[in-house]
């Protein structure tokens, strides 16, 4: 739902405001596509690289244990709800990506001069944390907010520059 919401919103905006054939704006990224693969390896390598450097620290100050009740609790059941949750979350992850940098911060950015795209990551960002906010508005105490606010807000601006400087949506 999430994504044909995003898609119809995508291509309304393309035609209707930006003036631009939804076409034409997909083929930019197919120019790009081999500084997106390569913006892709070099951010999954990092993120893989990161995750072995933790587990060998975390070894190494014998902070990590494997438990055989954990292994034991690893059934095909757990399998298949950890499998259905990722799916769901790269499913959700691509559509705000989609949405949020791939098309906003896309459109904002209509030049690529740097305070034009300082700009562009700003409002982007603001607009991903302002389109989150409602859901902390009914659920979390108001002393709550700010803080989630500005951390979102600032994960907008990290996942602008990301997308910015590899120029891929996958990073």
Do not use: Q
């Not at 002393?143 to 990290?158: A, K, N, S, V």
Request: aromatic share 12%; charged share 10%; with cysteine.
């Amino acid at each position: 739902t999430f994504f044909a919401i995003g898609f119809i919103a995508i291509l309304w905006f393309s035609t209707a405001v930006a003036k631009v054939s939804p076409i034409a704006f997909l083929r930019g990224y197919l120019r790009d596509r081999r500084r997106m693969v390569g913006g892709f390896a070099a951010m999954f390598l990092l993120a893989f690289g990161s995750m072995i450097l933790l587990h060998v620290v975390l070894g190494l100050f014998d902070l990590l244990s494997w438990n055989s009740l954990a292994w034991e609790a690893l059934t095909p059941k757990i399998w298949e709800r950890t499998a259905i949750a990722l799916l769901i979350v790269v499913g959700l992850a691509t559509a705000e990506e989609l949405i949020f940098r791939g098309f906003i911060l896309r459109y904002l950015r209509a030049r690529a001069v740097t305070g034009v795209t300082l700009l562009a990551v700003v409002v982007s960002a603001a607009i991903f944390s302002a389109l989150h906010a409602p859901r902390f508005f009914l659920t979390e105490p108001s002393e709550i907010i700010i803080p989630l606010l500005t951390g979102l807000f600032l994960l907008g601006i990290l996942l602008g520059t990301v997308y910015v400087t590899t120029g891929s949506l996958a990073c």
